[in-house]
């Protein structure tokens, strides 16, 4: 037993001395600058490498050769043509959140960057990719939390990016990326998901079969697309969620039972949506959350009125005004 002991503790300082000796080989600050010419380190308040303007591959391997050891909170490349990012580059550099904006390339990487497993943010922004975003390629960055993509042509969402995007993403953002369809089930995996915004994108259709269940993130935006209706059930088992964002469709019907076990819901966007604000809104109006936007359009009395200024006796009267139009105008064609 004592032999156990002894072994375990040997085992245990051997580990401590292992992490110890890898945390202190990582070099504080910025190296020298000649050694990250073309590209710019900034040491404040984070340590921030800038690349812009590159046009060959090598330029970025030499800069990177030059930084072994160090790390690097942000990398950002920007303005830069190049045929892809080598993923040997990040060997001896330990990176932590990779930017691109304005880059056009064949493809993101050579291959998929083995080198890149302490990425917890990649954001790519109006950055060409001639074939197009390649999934696979991500199947490394297994601790990526944050991935937002603008600017970019992404057709479809399905199995193709639910199968290699890791499993732990929590905020997943696509903006403006053409975006017509996500297939069911696709991010049913992706329990993590705090944030979920895929705006000014082409989508007509919503289904609760797209999202795990329960749900439990906290923020939904889908504006700025062409969304016509909501599903009875889209909402539903989503407990934690604060904010949804349906901006700029053209929606005219909110159902209740889409929202049903929704008791968190403090911002409501559905700004510039056709809504028709009769009882079937009711359910909005009892339950306002704490910032509800957005206007009516029918019926006309309502028309232009904003949906927070709305009372259920208006609505309940002008139900009944409207039943009462529609009883005389039977009873007068029967008569007649």
């Not at 970025?60 to 909170?73: I, P, T």
């Not at 957005?294 to 002008?318: A, R, T």
């Given at each position: 037993?004592?032999?156990?002991?002894?072994?375990?503790?040997?085992?245990?300082?051997?580990?401590?001395?292992?992490?110890?000796?890898?945390?202190?080989?990582?070099?504080?600050?910025?190296?020298?600058?000649?050694?990250?010419?073309?590209?710019?380190?900034?040491?404040?308040?984070?340590?921030?490498?800038?690349?812009?303007?590159?046009?060959?591959?090598?330029?970025?391997?030499?800069?990177?050769?030059?930084?072994?050891?160090?790390?690097?909170?942000?990398?950002?490349?920007?303005?830069?043509?190049?045929?892809?990012?080598?993923?040997?580059?990040?060997?001896?550099?330990?990176?932590?959140?990779?930017?691109?904006?304005?880059?056009?390339?064949?493809?993101?990487?050579?291959?998929?960057?083995?080198?890149?497993?302490?990425?917890?943010?990649?954001?790519?922004?109006?950055?060409?990719?001639?074939?197009?975003?390649?999934?696979?390629?991500?199947?490394?960055?297994?601790?990526?939390?944050?991935?937002?993509?603008?600017?970019?042509?992404?057709?479809?969402?399905?199995?193709?990016?639910?199968?290699?995007?890791?499993?732990?993403?929590?905020?997943?953002?696509?903006?403006?990326?053409?975006?017509?369809?996500?297939?069911?089930?696709?991010?049913?995996?992706f329990v993590n998901l705090d944030k979920l915004a895929i705006d000014h994108c082409k989508i007509t259709t919503l289904s609760r079969d797209m999202f795990p269940v329960p749900f439990n993130a906290r923020y939904l935006y889908f504006n700025y697309n062409q969304l016509t209706s909501i599903p009875d059930n889209l909402f539903t088992n989503m407990p934690n969620l604060q904010t949804?964002?349906?901006?700029?469709?053209?929606?005219?019907?909110?159902?209740?039972?889409?929202?049903?076990?929704?008791?968190?819901?403090?911002?409501?966007?559905?700004?510039?949506?056709?809504?028709?604000?009769?009882?079937?809104?009711?359910?909005?109006?009892?339950?306002?959350?704490?910032?509800?936007?957005?206007?009516?359009?029918?019926?006309?009395?309502?028309?232009?009125?904003?949906?927070?200024?709305?009372?259920?006796?208006?609505?309940?009267?002008?139900?009944?005004?409207?039943?009462?139009?529609?009883?005389?105008?039977?009873?007068?064609?029967?008569?007649?």
């Open positions: 037993m004592k032999i156990f002991l002894l072994k375990l503790t040997v085992i245990s300082l051997l580990i401590t001395v292992t992490l110890a000796s890898l945390n202190s080989s990582k070099k504080k600050g910025c190296p020298e600058p000649i050694d990250t010419r073309p590209c710019t380190c900034y040491n404040s308040p984070k340590t921030v490498l800038e690349c812009q303007h590159i046009e060959e591959s090598e330029i970025l391997r030499n800069v990177f050769r030059n930084s072994s050891g160090y790390e690097y909170k942000e990398v950002h490349i920007k303005y830069s043509v190049l045929q892809y990012l080598p993923y040997d580059i990040f060997e001896k550099v330990h990176v932590y959140a990779l930017y691109l904006k304005n880059v056009t390339l064949i493809q993101l990487f050579d291959k998929p960057p083995t080198f890149l497993q302490d990425v917890d943010t990649l954001h790519i922004e109006s950055t060409k990719l001639l074939r197009g975003v390649i999934w696979k390629l991500l199947e490394p960055l297994t601790h990526l939390r944050v991935l937002n993509i603008y600017y970019n042509n992404i057709k479809s969402l399905g199995s193709d990016f639910s199968e290699h995007a890791t499993k732990e993403l929590q905020q997943l953002s696509f903006y403006e990326t053409g975006t017509k369809t996500i297939k069911p089930g696709t991010f049913r995996d949804i964002g349906l901006r700029s469709n053209n929606i005219v019907v909110l159902p209740e039972s889409a929202f049903f076990g929704v008791t968190k819901l403090q911002f409501f966007q559905l700004d510039d949506n056709p809504i028709t604000c009769d009882c079937r809104l009711a359910w909005l109006i009892r339950n306002k959350p704490s910032a509800v936007s957005g206007k009516c359009n029918m019926p006309s009395k309502f028309k232009g009125k904003d949906i927070k200024d709305i009372d259920l006796l208006s609505i309940f009267n002008e139900e009944l005004i409207t039943l009462r139009r529609t009883i005389l105008v039977a009873i007068s064609k029967f008569r007649t």
